[in-house]
């Protein structure tokens, strides 16, 4: 059986030890993507009730103020010009 080359087993040693430094450099990677994308989505659900939030508030205030809905139907609108 032939001996086992020196430099082989070093060069055996540095690739595991590089791949390990690449494997860690991946998960810290995964950890803040998944991190920033928490964020993110909490950020939008806030968004989204606060503009819940203020469109319930903007439909209170027409109600207060008797404006009628927004999508008025073509004859009602033909009605408010006086033809």
């Given at each position: 059986m032939a001996e086992t080359d020196?430099?082989?087993?070093?060069d055996l040693t540095n690739v595991v030890s590089r791949d390990r430094?690449?494997?860690?450099?991946?998960?810290?990677m995964?950890?803040?993507f998944q991190t920033m994308s928490d964020q993110i989505i909490g950020r939008i659900d806030e968004?989204?009730?606060?503009?819940d939030d203020l469109e319930k508030n903007i439909a209170d205030l027409m109600t207060q103020a008797g404006v009628e809905e927004i999508e008025a139907t073509?004859?009602?609108?033909?009605?408010?010009?006086?033809s």
């Open positions: 020196p430099k082989s087993v070093q430094e690449v494997q860690t450099l991946l998960q810290q995964q950890d803040k968004m989204s009730t606060r503009i073509p004859e009602k609108a033909k009605e408010g010009q006086g």
